[in-house]
């Protein structure tokens, strides 16, 4: 079971929402100042070292239904993994309860890419030896 809600939220609304649990983390090879954390809410934090008193940056885990983007609340939207690519410093990958394996940008709040598997996604990984490939598990 699970329930699809309109994203339509205030910026008081965001900044009421607490701390969130998080399942996983991964440092930027680039700037070990900045690093990522998968929720058990479905959003991924990108904080720094030097800020530790607020998030720099919130991704939301998404889906979309049509042209309409939609937020699935429930036990499907787990942040299982994030991991930063190797070779492009902005560049992240998630994987997740709601069976997607997601590309992001750091400069965009919604993902680049999404690949729906059919299958919760429990990891996700970039090829040691390419720019571009990656793997799940």
Known sequence: LYFMFLIETSDEEASLIGYA???CFDFSKFDPQVFLVGTEEGKIHQCSRA???????????????GTVLIMIIG???IV????????HPRVFISASADWT??????????????FDLGIAVT?????????????SR
């Open 21 to 23: 649990g998080g399942l």
């Open 51 to 65: 800020y530790s008193g607020q998030y720099q940056e919130t991704y939301e885990v998404l889906r979309r239904l």
């Open 75 to 77: 036990p499907f939207v």
């Open 80 to 87: 299982y993994k994030v991991r930063f690519n190797n070779y």
């Open 101 to 114: 394996v997601k590309i992001w940008d750091l400069k965009h709040k919604y993902p680049i890419m999404s």
């Open 123 to 135: 990891d996700a990984m970039w090829a040691p030896y390419s720019s571009t490939g990656n793997s």
